[in-house]
Structure formats: structure tokens, C-alpha cells
């Protein structure tokens, strides 16, 4: 190719030789018995290795309202550019990795089928998802590696092994040594001293039992003969994809359901070779319990399985056996995950005849998110620039459809003088006068049902979608846009079949307008005022006064050059606009001149930024100055004076520059707001 490497070599050439050779690796049974004596965590359960995996990614310890909480950072999904990431579920996961941690102890939840509960959309799904995507791709690395087996014909024997069979259930190779041999072995293996144990093990499945006891026969009983001649040990990469470790259930029509689709079933095909459908070499052992021994297998929607499955379930929790078809109980070693929504539970708790496995099940609540940041993440994974070419979305579009969502999920506040929407935003970490976090830990101890109830992110999802793709907007959607579609898909919402909860949830939608109008008030307020230079003139202007006022002297009037007395008139129209009382004033400005002499102590200068509450004041009493020079409210008329238009193409300069607006959005968001003040007037 004229110089060139060929595109084949090219490719090639992305490959890493020295992995493949590892996850490749085949070796005798001598070889792997050293490996386990160099390190015994290869022998580890599937719980250990399961458990091991979410704690290699880290963990970060927080504490929220006084709860020591943990974030486990393989939920966060970063391998995968964030993904299948789950947020604000940190409580739930930390049920979760308890439950893993104590099963790989052996305290007993080992023999629990693991039930994650919770209304639809609420991450389920994704939490299972990402547990098998995850121990998938740990098996791949040096801390995760596992190994099974494969029988291999041998020079003296033409009749038990005709050709390579590997271990059908991928089992551990130290099940090959009997179990009499096993506490002396395993002692050896991993002593005391070295920290490590290695598990009891189970017995081999019956179709490698089969092969093991014909060669021990053939060879008069001589193990090292039979592993020597015949076991190759290789290195396991667990693969949903490839069905090694890793199953997948899924309920089917009840006349399409089959059992052995769980614990495999005969090959007629191989009955004519060995004369017998009870010769485990004429039976597949690939049912998905099968198939998932030593890693992880899920059930979609458990409960809605016909009840002969479930009892398939019993024995392969509490015992870690299953019974295929017309052989002996078999051991397995996986962790058994389910999950399902509330009406099929409710439906398991009322059904006195699965007593059995309510008490063989851990059942994990994963709610829908209460806290606001943390749903406004979803959407900001799923429709931000990277994504939506073409498109933009205007500020507070997300984080409002994430507030009516989080909103629909809390219960009314028991407190008279709290509203939900306050409520929302003492969950969302914001203080509000007379609650400490006492308050909020009682609010969470009262609502039993938050989060079990109220409105999917998948709807808002699909009505943001809605918005994107819809003429209006010129290219960018507002607010408005996805809170009309939210409230026009609940007229044909299949999940809100209650005209009590379709009225309640439009409410809220009005709840979050107003919520959208205050906000972007005070974004425009603070474009109007953000001149710099008139801010800092203003706070000397009353820091001279307020100095003044409190050594009881007078000011200099720049101008005239005369001294007068403080202005209280200027003093006063900034300190109502932070709500400060006549009978507190002289408290807020000895407040101030004690800050400002503590700051001179230190070498440091006063600068009003470091004041969030007189920062706010001046540039209220900013906005009240210019909001007339600019008039604001003539913009909802069809004629503004070229004055006024460059005061105001400043003001847009600014929230496009400051606030992530664009040309469309921020003249959409000023007429708004100038509508809002014209109705103000109006009213006045």
C-alpha cells in the first residue's frame, strides 16, 4: 500500500498481545495449585469477588444531616463515561453493598435471593446492570482473575474423554480434590499466617463427577495420575454476552415457559452416542443457573415468573443447589439478584403459599431520587450540548422538570407553616430560618412513602424529548415549553389513572412556575445591576454613611464639600431590600463596621462579594435605580428607543455571557420578565 501498512495491521496493531496471553492462560493443575498458593483470593465466592469489585473503585465517606453516609464511586459508572450512573441513591446502595459485604463473610445472606424493590424507572434496571457489567470487567483483570477446568484425553484412555470437554458449570478446580483430602489441603494452600482462607468448595457437578469417577476407576484410584493426564486449568473471563458466569431471566408467556431454561436439559442427540439420557455427558447443563455459576444471575421481574420457577429459587438461596432434570442436587455459587416493582410485591406478601420465599428474600427499597440536584443530573446526563447538536436549552429548562418530578414524589409536609416546595429545597440542601437538620431528618422519619410514589424520570424524559424535537422555540426550548408538555402528558399518563393526583400534580406545575418566575427575576435583577463600578460606588457610599451614623459624626458631601448628616433615607432603601427591620438597623450596620474592622486587624480590606447579604442589597437597590433608566417594562411594547436597546443588548451581553443564555432564550427571558414587572405596575 505505497508505504503503508495494510488496515488489517493497523488494526491489529490496537491490540494488547500481552493480555490476550493472560486472559488466555492454560496451564497443568500443578501450575494453578501455585498460583492458589501465591494468592488465595483466586478461590474467592461469588459474593467475595462481587463485593471486592464495588470496593476496587473507591469509596467517599460524607456525612448529611448528622448521618454518616457512604458514596461506593463504581455507582457513578466513570469507566463508562458516567453512562448507566445512578444518582442520589447513595442510602439504598449502601443497604445494597452491606448486604454483599455480610454475604461474603458468611453471616447468612449469602442464602438470600437479593430483591431490589421500588416503583418503575427508579434505577432498578441499571443497578443490576451494572453489577454484571462490572464483575464482568473486573474478571478481566489481574485482582480479578478465576479459573476453571477442562478434561482432556489422555494417552491411556480412549473411552471417558474422547475429546476436550470443558466443566459445564465453570467450576473451581479445587472441587476436583475429594473432600476428605479438602481441610488439610486448603490449610496448606493458604496457612494462617499468610491471612488468606480458601472456601470449603462445593461437589463437582454431575457431569465432571461422572468423568472424575470413571478415571479414578481407570486408574486404579491414582488422583495424580487422573489430574496430571487429564485436567488443563485456564483462566475465566466471565461474559454475558458469551454466557459464562454472568445469566439473564426473563419472564415469557406461561405456555412458553419451560424450567430448564433454568437448569438446562437433555441433548437427544448425544443419547444414541452414550446409550442413556441419564449419562450426564448426554445432558446440557446451560440453563442459566447453569451458566451463571460463580458470578451473577438476574431476574427480570421476579415475582411475575410462574410459581413453579420460584421454587426453583428456594433451593438455589438457602441451600446454593439446584436439580436438573433426572440427576442429583447440584451445588452452585452465584449471587442470586431479582428485582420488581410494588403490585407484584404486594402480590407476593398476600400469597400465603410463598411464606418459603418471603423469608428467603433481602428485600432492598430503591426509590425514585427526593433530592432535587441529584434528579437534575439524569436529565443533564441525558440532553446536554454534547448530545443535542442544534439545539440549545435555555437555563432552569432541567433543573425546573426536575423539581415537578421530585415535587409529585414527597408527601405534604405534617407542618403547618411548610409547603412542599420548601420542603424540596430543605431536602436539597438550602437553609431555611428556624430549621436545623433535626427538622429534616424528622420530615424524612415521617414521610414513609416518599420516593415510592409520584412521577418517572422516564416521563419527563420523554417529554423533554417532546419539547427538542417540537417547531417552537426557534432553536431553543425554555422552561415553559417542557412544563406544557409535562401537563399535557398527564392527560393520557397510563400510570396517573387518579383525576385526584392528575389535579394535585398540575398544581405543582403552577408551583413551579411561579418558582421559575422568582428565579429568573433575580437573574435579570442581577444582569441589570452588575456594573461593577456602580456597585462598588454604592457600598463605599453606605459604608461612609452607616461609619458615620454609628461614631456619630457627619459626612462630607463630595459635591458641595459640606458636611451633613448620614443619609438615612439611602441607608434605609438598601437594608429593606434584605427585609432588615427599622428596630434592627442599628444592629446590621454595627454588624458591618465590627466586619470591617475585624478584616483591618487582619491586613485585610473590606469588599462588599464577601458580604452575601449586603451583596444582595446593593444589587436590589441597584436594579431599583436603573430598572426605570432602562424601562425594562417598555420592552412588551413594539417600540423601544435606541437608548434603551443598548442598555438593554448590555443586559443580554450579560446573561449570555454570565448565565448561559443565547440571542433566542435571552430575549425570550427579558420580555418575560418585563412582562412580570408590567403586571406588577398594572396592579399598582
Keep these: 500500500m505505497s508505504g503503508k501498512s495494510s488496515w488489517t495491521a493497523r488494526?491489529?496493531?490496537?491490540?494488547?498481545?500481552?493480555?490476550?496471553?493472560?486472559?488466555?492462560?492454560?496451564?497443568?493443575?500443578?501450575?494453578?495449585?501455585?498460583?492458589?498458593?501465591?494468592?488465595?483470593?483466586?478461590?474467592?465466592?461469588?459474593y467475595q469477588r462481587l463485593y471486592d469489585m464495588i470496593l476496587s473503585h473507591g469509596k467517599t465517606e460524607y456525612v448529611d444531616n448528622k448521618k454518616k453516609l457512604v458514596r461506593y464511586h463504581f455507582f457513578s459508572d466513570e469507566r463508562s463515561g458516567g453512562r448507566d450512573a445512578i444518582f442520589g441513591l447513595d442510602v439504598p446502595l449502601m443497604k445494597l453493598v452491606n448486604v454483599f459485604k455480610s454475604a461474603a463473610a458468611g453471616y447468612g445472606t449469602e442464602k438470600r435471593v437479593i430483591l431490589l424493590h421500588g416503583p418503575v424507572?427508579?434505577?432498578?434496571?441499571?443497578?443490576?446492570?451494572?453489577?454484571?457489567?462490572?464483575?464482568?470487567?473486573?474478571?478481566?483483570?489481574?485482582?480479578?482473575?478465576?479459573?476453571?477446568?477442562?478434561?482432556?484425553?489422555?494417552?491411556?484412555?480412549?473411552?471417558?474423554?474422547?475429546?476436550?470437554?470443558?466443566?459445564?458449570?465453570?467450576?473451581?478446580?479445587?472441587?476436583?480434590?475429594?473432600?476428605?483430602?479438602?481441610?488439610?489441603?486448603?490449610?496448606?494452600?493458604?496457612?494462617?499466617?499468610?491471612?488468606?482462607?480458601?472456601?470449603?468448595?462445593?461437589?463437582?457437578?454431575?457431569?465432571?463427577?461422572?468423568?472424575?469417577?470413571?478415571?479414578?476407576?481407570?486408574?486404579?484410584?491414582?488422583?495424580?495420575?487422573?489430574?496430571?493426564?487429564?485436567?488443563?486449568?485456564?483462566?475465566?473471563?466471565?461474559?454475558?454476552?458469551?454466557?459464562?458466569?454472568i445469566g439473564t431471566f426473563q419472564p415469557k408467556d406461561e405456555k412458553n415457559q419451560d424450567a430448564t431454561e433454568l437448569t438446562g436439559d437433555i441433548n437427544y442427540r448425544k443419547i444414541a452416542e452414550y446409550g442413556s439420557d441419564s449419562d450426564p455427558r448426554a445432558f446440557n447443563f446451560d440453563g442459566e443457573f447453569n451458566i451463571a455459576n460463580r458470578g451473577v444471575i438476574e431476574f427480570v421481574e421476579v415475582l411475575k415468573l410462574d410459581v413453579a420457577f420460584l421454587y426453583d429459587l428456594l433451593g438455589a438461596s438457602q441451600e446454593h443447589k439446584i436439580k436438573p432434570k433426572k440427576f442429583p442436587q447440584t451445588d452452585i455459587d452465584e449471587v442470586i439478584l431479582g428485582h420488581t416493582n410494588e403490585p407484584e410485591y404486594k402480590k407476593l406478601e398476600n400469597n400465603e403459599f410463598m411464606e418459603a420465599l418471603r423469608d428467603r428474600t433481602v428485600k432492598i427499597d430503591v426509590p425514585y431520587i427526593t433530592r432535587l440536584s441529584e434528579e437534575q443530573k439524569i436529565y443533564e446526563k441525558d440532553f446536554n450540548a454534547e448530545r443535542i447538536r442544534g439545539k440549545h436549552i435555555a437555563p432552569h429548562t432541567l433543573e425546573m422538570a426536575a423539581m415537578w418530578a421530585v415535587l409529585t414524589r414527597l408527601e405534604e409536609p405534617k407542618k403547618?407553616?411548610?409547603?412542599?416546595?420548601?420542603?424540596?429545597?430543605?431536602?436539597?440542601?438550602?437553609?431555611?430560618?428556624?430549621?436545623?437538620?433535626?427538622?429534616?431528618?424528622?420530615?424524612?422519619?415521617?414521610?414513609?412513602?416518599?420516593?415510592?410514589?409520584?412521577?418517572?424520570?422516564?416521563?419527563?424524559?420523554?417529554?423533554?424529548?417532546?419539547?427538542?424535537?417540537?417547531?417552537?422555540?426557534?432553536?431553543?426550548?425554555?422552561p415553559f415549553m417542557v412544563l406544557n408538555e409535562l401537563e399535557a402528558g398527564l392527560r393520557s399518563h397510563s400510570l396517573v389513572g387518579n383525576e385526584e393526583n392528575r389535579k394535585r400534580?398540575?398544581?405543582?406545575?403552577?408551583?413551579?412556575?411561579?418558582?421559575?418566575?422568582?428565579?429568573?427575576?433575580?437573574?435579570?435583577?442581577?444582569?441589570?445591576?452588575?456594573?461593577?463600578?456602580?456597585?462598588?460606588?454604592?457600598?463605599?457610599?453606605?459604608?461612609?454613611?452607616?461609619?458615620?451614623?454609628?461614631?456619630?459624626?457627619?459626612?462630607?458631601?463630595?459635591?458641595?464639600?459640606?458636611?451633613?448628616?448620614?443619609?438615612?433615607?439611602?441607608?434605609?432603601?438598601?437594608?429593606?431590600?434584605?427585609?432588615?427591620?427599622?428596630?434592627?438597623?442599628?444592629?446590621?450596620?454595627?454588624e458591618i463596621m465590627n466586619y470591617i474592622g475585624a478584616l483591618a486587624i487582619e491586613g485585610k480590606t473590606f469588599n462588599f462579594r464577601t458580604n452575601e447579604r449586603l451583596h444582595k442589597a446593593l444589587e436590589l437597590k441597584l436594579f431599583e435605580d436603573q430598572k426605570d433608566s432602562i424601562k425594562l417594562?417598555?420592552?412588551?411594547?413594539?417600540?423601544?428607543?435606541?437608548?434603551?436597546?443598548?442598555?438593554?443588548?448590555?443586559?443580554?451581553?450579560?446573561?449570555?455571557?454570565?448565565?448561559?443564555?443565547?440571542?433566542?432564550?435571552?430575549?425570550?427571558?427579558?420580555?418575560?420578565?418585563?412582562?412580570?414587572?408590567?403586571?406588577?405596575?398594572?396592579?399598582?
Design 11 to 46: 488494526i491489529a496493531a490496537l491490540q494488547d498481545a500481552r493480555q490476550y496471553a493472560e486472559l488466555t492462560w492454560e496451564g497443568s493443575y500443578d501450575e494453578y495449585l501455585e498460583i492458589v498458593r501465591a494468592n488465595p483470593r483466586v478461590t474467592r465466592t461469588a
Design 121 to 245: 424507572g427508579s434505577s432498578k434496571s441499571t443497578i443490576a446492570r451494572l453489577l454484571k457489567k462490572g464483575i464482568e470487567e473486573y474478571s478481566r483483570t489481574p485482582e480479578g482473575a478465576l479459573y476453571s477446568f477442562s478434561w482432556v484425553p489422555g494417552t491411556a484412555d480412549g473411552k471417558v474423554v474422547k475429546e476436550p470437554m470443558r466443566c459445564p458449570m465453570n467450576e473451581e478446580p479445587l472441587n476436583l480434590v475429594p473432600r476428605e483430602w479438602r481441610n488439610k489441603v486448603f490449610a496448606e494452600l493458604a496457612p494462617p499466617s499468610s491471612g488468606s482462607t480458601v472456601p470449603d468448595g462445593a461437589e463437582l457437578c454431575p457431569a465432571c463427577r461422572f468423568v472424575f469417577r470413571e478415571l479414578m476407576t481407570l486408574y486404579k484410584g491414582d488422583f495424580a495420575a487422573v489430574v496430571n493426564n487429564h485436567v488443563r486449568v485456564h483462566r475465566l473471563v466471565l461474559s454475558e454476552k458469551d454466557r459464562v458466569g
Design 416 to 478: 403547618a407553616n411548610l409547603t412542599t416546595l420548601q420542603k424540596l429545597k430543605l431536602y436539597n440542601g438550602k437553609s431555611l430560618p428556624n430549621f436545623t437538620e433535626d427538622n429534616i431528618k424528622e420530615l424524612r422519619k415521617d414521610a414513609l412513602r416518599e420516593g415510592l410514589e409520584g412521577i418517572s424520570p422516564r416521563y419527563v424524559q420523554d417529554k423533554i424529548s417532546n419539547a427538542l424535537v417540537s417547531d417552537k422555540g426557534e432553536g431553543c426550548i425554555n
Design 505 to 590: 400534580f398540575r398544581e405543582l406545575l403552577t408551583s413551579v412556575k411561579q418558582e421559575y418566575e422568582d428565579v429568573v427575576k433575580n437573574e435579570v435583577q442581577r444582569a441589570i445591576s452588575a456594573d461593577e463600578d456602580a456597585i462598588t460606588k454604592l457600598c463605599a457610599n453606605y459604608i461612609d454613611n452607616i461609619k458615620a451614623y454609628t461614631q456619630r459624626e457627619k459626612v462630607r458631601n463630595k459635591y458641595t464639600g459640606l458636611y451633613e448628616e448620614p443619609d438615612e433615607r439611602l441607608m434605609r432603601s438598601i437594608e429593606e431590600k434584605i427585609e432588615i427591620s427599622d428596630s434592627r438597623k442599628d444592629d446590621f450596620r454595627r
Design 633 to 684: 417594562k417598555n420592552l412588551v411594547s413594539s417600540v423601544v428607543d435606541r437608548d434603551t436597546q443598548e442598555k438593554i443588548d448590555v443586559v443580554k451581553d450579560r446573561l449570555m455571557k454570565g448565565y448561559g443564555y443565547c440571542e433566542t432564550c435571552s430575549t425570550d427571558v427579558l420580555n418575560f420578565v418585563a412582562s412580570i414587572f408590567a403586571r406588577g405596575d398594572a396592579k399598582d
